[in-house]
Nanobody
Framework: QVQLVESGGGLVQAGGSLRLSCVAS????????MGWYRQGAGKERELIAR???????DYADSVKGRFTISRDNYKNTVSLQMTSLKPEDSAVYYC?????????????????WGQGTRVTVSS
């Protein structure tokens, strides 16, 4: 079993930056495909960034060029650097891990989830 714990959320002004981190327990982190999802008020959970076990990355159009996902397999950590934040980025952000990379954005394809960390961007 893998437990994921996110940190780094908070309140930031529009145009600012935040760095989210997710630490994983267990010994299989290096083989997991990792993703960051977010869920805004009244919205569905959406995949915004993902990184495969080999380090390939993919981003939603809404964050491309502003957010960067990275991983450190020695520290069992995946991070999300967020810059040029906008009020519409306000959401609860979730770290997720998948034992099998399907290419799908469906949350059901991820096996492990963190508890979420809230990001609020003020205008």
């Amino acid at each position: 079993q893998v437990q994921l714990v996110e940190s780094g959320g908070g309140l930031v002004q529009a145009g600012g930056s935040l760095r989210l981190s997710c630490v994983a327990s267990g010994s299989i982190f290096s083989i997991l495909s990792m993703g960051w999802y977010r869920q805004g008020a009244g919205k569905e959970r959406e995949l915004i960034a993902r990184i495969t076990s080999g380090g390939a990355t993919d981003y939603a159009d809404s964050v491309k060029g502003r957010f960067t996902i990275s991983r450190d397999n020695y520290k069992n950590t995946v991070s999300l650097q967020m810059t040029s934040l906008k009020p519409e980025d306000s959401a609860v952000y979730y770290c997720a891990g998948a034992t099998y990379y399907s290419g799908s954005t469906n949350p059901d394809t991820y096996d492990f989830w963190g508890q979420g960390t809230r990001v609020t961007v003020s205008s």
